[in-house]
């Protein structure tokens, strides 16, 4: 290769001389007459004149320019060989949904894919990959590879605008088989979906374990003070076991609606065939609560057009999101007195229900999460209330299968509107 390249560079050269063969004809003509009609000490200021006429009929610049010509003409090769190479895989990696680049033994990016754009943004050919890319570890992996030619892999993590994890991996191109300049594939693996769902999944399990660990101890706690110092004390004995009732019932809720998220996941991906009437179905939630609105002290009001209004999905899973939402509203905004269902069916809009209270609202902050697994604005209130942390949890698995939104709004001292949206 390297002697190729020096006799194309000397042949560029010569190729430069004899194109100004008739300025060194005459140049050689005017030093021989020189030699042979002047004397001897004429002969070295001749050749000298010879020269400087050589130099003058060629050009100072051709001898210069033939090596930078070379030079030029190299990197003009080279670049064509690197889009030569390019042209054989951008057609195949251009419709991936991972993030691709391809880089060359500079780190320099000379393509990005559809989904490299969507997820980092445009990068000019021919700039840096640090210029987007900053994380340390990522860049030292990519000089190992590029330096050794080995294949690595690490982890890197993007921040904004959200958080995104992703497994990365650069490997020389199975194109270098050719000849040509090194190119190398850098690729990204979206994993923050998994790693999402495995901290939720911890999360869950903890929540849970905690969930059923307060009840248990108390139980155990009554148990053995009734064994022992209550032995025949009958009124601590009839408290206690009250107190283990409710216990035993909080227990019973939480195995209950435990299940129920299983069984929804379970079916996540079946969409619900039946029709279902909604002004039966929220009469009947209605009719159900009255028993606990009374209790508290709230009244129930339901707002249904006349007629059908039905919509596509399962009655008992449906009968269970306004039950849910219902009774959170009668106890959570039991201070407003009043809870309003709306059953909205406009023509050429979708069909909504509205479940609104008049109580102190949730702050912004907690309205996001509200339907996270065990995610409470008040602890103390959600036992107080004999809730288990897993009634909107359940609403949005119910309502995703019945491919529904919940849309919470909230304004403190005003009242907060769960509204579904199908």
């Given at each position: 290769m390297?002697?190729?390249?020096?006799?194309?560079?000397?042949?560029?050269?010569?190729?430069?001389?004899?194109?100004?063969?008739?300025?060194?004809?005459?140049?050689?003509l005017l030093a021989i007459v020189a030699m042979t009609e002047l004397r001897a000490p004429y002969v070295p200021l001749a050749l000298w004149a010879g020269a400087v006429l050589a130099i003058l009929a060629i050009g100072p610049g051709s001898v210069a320019k033939a090596p930078k010509r070379a030079a030029v003409q190299e990197i003009d090769e080279e670049q064509a060989v690197s889009e030569s190479h390019?042209?054989?895989?951008?057609?195949?990696?251009?419709?991936?949904?991972?993030?691709?680049?391809?880089?060359?033994?500079?780190?320099?990016?000379l393509f990005e894919n559809n989904a490299a754009e969507r997820a980092f943004g445009t990068l000019p050919v021919g700039s840096h990959i640090s210029g987007r890319l900053r994380s340390p570890g990522l860049l030292?992996?990519?000089?190992?590879?590029?330096?050794?030619?080995?294949?690595?892999?690490?982890?890197?993590?993007?921040?904004?605008?959200?958080?995104?994890v992703f497994v990365v991996s650069i490997a020389l191109a199975a194109a270098q088989e050719q000849a040509g300049p090194p190119l190398y594939i850098l690729s990204f693996r979206d994993i923050s979906e998994l790693r999402?769902?495995?901290?939720?999944?911890?999360?869950?399990?903890?929540?849970?374990?905690?969930?059923?660990?307060?009840?248990?101890?108390?139980?155990?706690?009554?148990?053995?003070?009734?064994?022992?110092?209550?032995?025949?004390d009958p009124k601590a004995r009839e408290r206690f076991l009250g107190i283990m009732l409710d216990q035993a019932t909080r227990m019973s809720r939480l195995v209950d609606d435990l299940m129920s998220l299983s069984?929804?996941?379970?079916?996540?991906?079946?969409?619900?065939?039946?029709?279902?009437?909604?002004?039966?179905?929220?009469?009947?939630?209605?009719?159900?609560?009255?028993?606990?609105?009374?209790?508290?002290?709230?009244?129930i009001n339901l707002h249904v057009p006349d007629g059908k209004v039905e919509v596509t999905g399962d009655r008992d899973e449906l009968v269970q999101v306004f039950q849910n939402l219902v009774e959170n509203a009668c106890k959570?905004?039991?201070?407003?007195?009043?809870?309003?269902?709306?059953?909205r069916a406009e023509a050429g809009k979708p069909v909504e229900v509205g479940v609104v209270d008049k109580g102190p609202g949730i702050p912004a902050?907690?309205?996001?999460?509200?339907?996270?697994?065990?995610?409470?604005?008040?602890?103390?209130?959600s036992r107080s209330k004999?809730?288990?942390?897993?009634?909107?949890?359940?609403?949005?698995?119910?309502?995703?299968?019945?491919?529904?939104?919940l849309i919470i709004r909230s304004e403190l001292e005003v009242g907060t509107d769960f509204t579904v949206r199908f």
């Amino acid at each position: 290769m390297a002697v190729s390249e020096s006799g194309s560079t000397v042949g560029r050269y010569w190729g430069g001389l004899r194109r100004s063969w008739l300025p060194i004809l005459v140049v050689t003509l005017l030093a021989i007459v020189a030699m042979t009609e002047l004397r001897a000490p004429y002969v070295p200021l001749a050749l000298w004149a010879g020269a400087v006429l050589a130099i003058l009929a060629i050009g100072p610049g051709s001898v210069a320019k033939a090596p930078k010509r070379a030079a030029v003409q190299e990197i003009d090769e080279e670049q064509a060989v690197s889009e030569s190479h390019i042209s054989g895989v951008r057609s195949g990696l251009a419709v991936l949904d991972t993030p691709v680049f391809i880089l060359d033994r500079n780190a320099s990016v000379l393509f990005e894919n559809n989904a490299a754009e969507r997820a980092f943004g445009t990068l000019p050919v021919g700039s840096h990959i640090s210029g987007r890319l900053r994380s340390p570890g990522l860049l030292d992996v990519i000089r190992e590879t590029i330096a050794t030619g080995q294949p690595n892999q690490v982890e890197h993590s993007e921040r904004l605008p959200s958080e995104r994890v992703f497994v990365v991996s650069i490997a020389l191109a199975a194109a270098q088989e050719q000849a040509g300049p090194p190119l190398y594939i850098l690729s990204f693996r979206d994993i923050s979906e998994l790693r999402r769902i495995d901290r939720m999944r911890s999360d869950f399990v903890a929540n849970a374990s905690h969930e059923l660990r307060t009840p248990l101890a108390s139980l155990r706690g009554f148990i053995e003070t009734m064994q022992g110092p209550a032995r025949d004390d009958p009124k601590a004995r009839e408290r206690f076991l009250g107190i283990m009732l409710d216990q035993a019932t909080r227990m019973s809720r939480l195995v209950d609606d435990l299940m129920s998220l299983s069984r929804l996941e379970l079916r996540a991906n079946i969409a619900p065939d039946q029709k279902v009437d909604l002004v039966p179905l929220l009469g009947h939630v209605r009719d159900s609560l009255l028993p606990l609105a009374e209790e508290l002290g709230i009244e129930i009001n339901l707002h249904v057009p006349d007629g059908k209004v039905e919509v596509t999905g399962d009655r008992d899973e449906l009968v269970q999101v306004f039950q849910n939402l219902v009774e959170n509203a009668c106890k959570y905004g039991q201070d407003g007195k009043v809870v309003d269902v709306f059953l909205r069916a406009e023509a050429g809009k979708p069909v909504e229900v509205g479940v609104v209270d008049k109580g102190p609202g949730i702050p912004a902050e907690h309205v996001p999460r509200l339907t996270e697994r065990f995610y409470r604005v008040s602890v103390a209130d959600s036992r107080s209330k004999k809730g288990t942390g897993l009634g909107l949890a359940i609403v949005k698995h119910i309502l995703t299968r019945h491919r529904a939104r919940l849309i919470i709004r909230s304004e403190l001292e005003v009242g907060t509107d769960f509204t579904v949206r199908f």
